[in-house]
């Protein structure tokens, strides 16, 4: 079965083409981060336009680069939600109409299932059951995953998301947007124990977390501290630091819990090289196997939706041409597999 995949919740504009037997056949991209840039963060009406003025174009350069045509799609798989209405309308709309002009069926995908489920896009692919750390600028949560959909969500953060916190904090360094990136660039050039900052919640029982005091002490430090690049730079170290042991002290806790023995991590965050290199290094002592996506499927893309939505669709499972968006989906309640 070979399955569009179109992704639209927030600022990138994602088309794929997978196919059950093939695998990924094409893939396009395109990122409004310079159009948001100026504004320090998104523009939910003028990503919904700019998802507009791309969608078509992004199809049709997809499906030339797979030697596709309208014939050869089996099912269209496209972001349902978590996100901007605006967004997801046009994505949505879009899915719609193919699926009515091509007349195969069209699936609704949840935006953090795809994510959960990116790293099946590369080899070695991880084996359920798994424990999930979905981390991205909207959603930070911990993850029980026996199978697709049967996710039973264990931990989440009660206010800020990780990346949400990252590109606060980046902001408040004076740093461009997206934060995110370019501070775990500053971070590489900060020095160790020069400054420690609090792992939030990790004092207390259970696997919530929460970013927002660790952001607001970044900024009390910014503000009583010396305005150079170094101190920055070590300020950017300390904040990286205690997101990454926050985030490995609640895995930890959630691998005890639950008595699995892997970890799959995606989202944006998931991009992070000191997250990564903490959960390896964690991964060889406490002898836990942890699974990333490639960095391309770790920021929003067509190809995890494809493929998510791809594994619905096999199943028999659609969504009827009425249905509505929903910029607010639990992970829990999907059907299973």
Not at 11 to 30: I, M, P
Not at 141 to 161: K, L, T
Not at 162 to 189: I, R, S, V, W
Request: charged share 20%; proline share 4%; hydrophobic share 40%.
């Amino acid at each position: 079965m070979k399955v569009l995949g179109i992704e639209t919740s927030c600022d990138e504009t994602g088309v794929a083409v997978y196919d059950s037997s093939s695998g990924l056949l094409a893939q396009k991209l395109y990122s409004q981060v310079k159009l948001h840039a100026d504004y320090g963060g998104v523009v939910p009406e003028l990503a919904s336009r700019d998802h507009v003025r791309k969608i078509v174009s992004l199809v049709q350069a997809t499906l030339a680069e797979g030697k596709l045509s309208a014939k050869d799609i089996d099912g269209i798989a496209y972001t349902r939600g978590p996100g901007l209405i605006g967004a997801l309308l046009v994505g949505s709309s879009m899915a719609k109409s193919l699926a009515y002009a091509w007349q195969v069926p069209a699936i609704g995908v949840h935006h953090m299932e795809g994510h959960l489920l990116a790293p099946m896009l590369d080899d070695p692919k991880p084996e359920f059951p798994f424990l999930a750390l979905l981390v991205s600028g909207g959603h930070s949560m911990i993850v029980n995953v026996q199978g697709i959909g049967r996710y039973e969500v264990i931990g989440e953060s009660v206010d800020d998301a990780a990346g949400e916190a990252f590109d606060k904090t980046a902001k408040l360094l004076g740093l461009d947007y997206p934060g995110g990136p370019l501070l775990a660039k500053l971070a590489q050039q900060g020095t160790k124990g020069v400054y420690r900052f609090p792992r939030p919640m990790t004092d207390k029982p259970g696997l919530d977390m929460s970013f927002s005091g660790l952001k607001t002490h970044a900024a009390n430090t910014i503000r009583n501290e010396a305005d150079d690049i170094q101190t920055h730079a070590n300020i950017a170290y300390a904040f990286q630091e205690a997101v990454v042991d926050t985030l490995l002290i609640k895995c930890r806790r959630a691998l005890k819990q639950t008595g699995l023995k892997r970890i799959v991590m995606a989202g944006g965050v998931a991009a992070n090289s000191a997250l990564r290199e903490g959960f390896a290094k964690a991964s060889k002592t406490d002898k836990f196997d942890v699974f990333y996506p490639s960095f391309e499927y770790c920021t929003d893309n067509g190809a995890m939706i494809a493929y998510a939505g791809c594994q619905r669709l096999l199943v028999g499972q659609t969504t009827e041409m009425e249905s509505k968006t929903l910029p607010r989906w639990s992970l829990e309640t999907l059907p299973a597999v």
